[in-house]
């Protein structure tokens, strides 16, 4: 069983960084594309940026390029976010997602395993 659990959310002052985490367990996360998505109140869930385990090849929504990196641990079955300066425009429900694909994903219903999220709150 496909399980991904989501940690280093927390409040954060704008102009600073969070490193959120993703901790995969129960598939061989060499053969999947791993993604982070956000959603903030009242809007829909969004792409944030997603990554291959296989070859390293990522991809970043536009607002996240530029501020966000997106890398693995695959000895640890770990996918990270690096997020700087961060504004109130980020404040969201971060979500991690899995499928099994050799190559990058990019829409919500490509993929079929998700984590339950990690609070990020970024304050003027």
């Known amino acids: 069983e496909v399980q991904l659990v989501e940690s280093g959310g927390g409040l954060v002052q704008a102009g600073g960084s969070l490193r959120l985490s993703c901790a995969a367990s129960?598939?061989?996360?060499?053969?999947?594309?791993i993604a982070w998505f956000r959603q903030a109140p009242g809007k829909e869930r969004e792409g944030v940026s997603c990554i291959s385990s296989s070859d390293g090849s990522t991809y970043y929504s536009h607002f996240a390029k530029g501020r966000f990196t997106i890398s693995t641990d695959n000895a640890k079955n770990t996918v990270y976010l690096q997020m700087n300066s961060l504004s109130p425009e980020d404040t969201a429900v971060y979500y991690c997602?899995?499928?099994?694909?050799?190559?990058?994903?990019?829409?919500?219903?490509?993929?079929?395993?998700w984590g339950q999220g990690t609070q990020v709150t970024v304050s003027s």
């Open positions: 129960g598939f061989t996360f060499d053969d999947y594309a």
């Open positions: 997602a899995a499928h099994r694909s050799k190559t990058i994903l990019y829409y919500i219903e490509d993929f079929g395993s």
